[in-house]
């Protein structure tokens, strides 16, 4: 597709429940971001992507929280025992080429994927 | 630690009127700066981008930045908000990396 599409749009799960949000990026991008935006508050960084390897996972919140991706493409975030401070909108990001290799560097956003957990 | 500070977090303005929206971060060496928008139900949509040279900065729809290294300070402004530039909006830095670290937003609404 032309731009970063993230499902599901919405999604609403009972407590202790596990999710999967999906990413599929623009196509030929090789880094993949997933951020976190709760109410009230900016985009929180979750994991990095380069190709399928991740080298920075340092913003996972725990280790509920998983994240995959394969073929260079699709990513997958899940969320393992849901609780409610898990709910917030989650965004994935691809970009070309490492941001700082190139001034021509930007994030390319889905819409995001929110999530509310009951 | 590095940081990036957004200090309004709601700003409301009278469709015509000029619009500036703060922002300041805290690293140690020159950052690579970015502002955003995001309308309602959409993904967040690049506005403008600094990384060297002119540090007045012009965009997409009418706005620009400017990048003031003893301030620490790059705020966006438009001279003229439209009604649909109702919207909130981010700031957001990288250092030599891959990691762009966003503010906590501003909101903006537009008066008729």
């Known amino acids: 597709g032309a731009g970063v599409s993230q499902s599901p749009s919405n999604k609403v799960t009972e407590k202790g429940k596990d999710v999967e949000l999906r990413c599929d990026p623009i196509s030929g991008h090789t880094a993949l971001y997933w951020y976190r935006q709760s109410l009230g508050q900016g985009l929180e960084f979750l994991i990095y992507?380069?190709?399928?390897?991740?080298?920075?996972k340092s913003g996972l919140p725990s280790d509920r929280f998983s994240a995959e991706r394969t073929g260079g493409s699709v990513s997958t975030l899940t969320i393992q025992r849901t609780q409610q401070e898990d709910s917030a909108v989650y965004l994935c990001a691809s970009s070309l080429v490492i941001l700082a290799e190139t001034n021509t560097g930007e994030l390319f956003f889905g819409e995001g994927s929110r999530l509310t957990v009951l | 630690a590095q940081s990036v500070t957004q200090p309004d977090i709601h700003i409301t303005v009278s469709e015509g009127a000029s619009l500036e929206l703060r922002c300041n971060y805290s690293y140690g060496a020159t950052p690579y700066l970015f502002w955003y928008v995001q309308s309602p139900g959409q993904g967040l949509q690049l506005l403008l981008k600094y990384f060297s040279g002119d540090t007045l900065v012009q965009g997409i729809k009418g706005f620009e930045a400017e990048f003031k290294r003893s301030q620490s300070s790059f705020n966006l402004r438009k001279p003229s908000v439209h009604w649909s530039d109702a919207a909130e909006y981010f700031c957001a830095v990288t250092t030599y990396d891959y990691k762009l670290s966003f503010g906590a937003g501003t909101t903006v609404t537009v008066r008729a």
């Open positions: 992507f380069q190709g399928n390897s991740a080298p920075d």
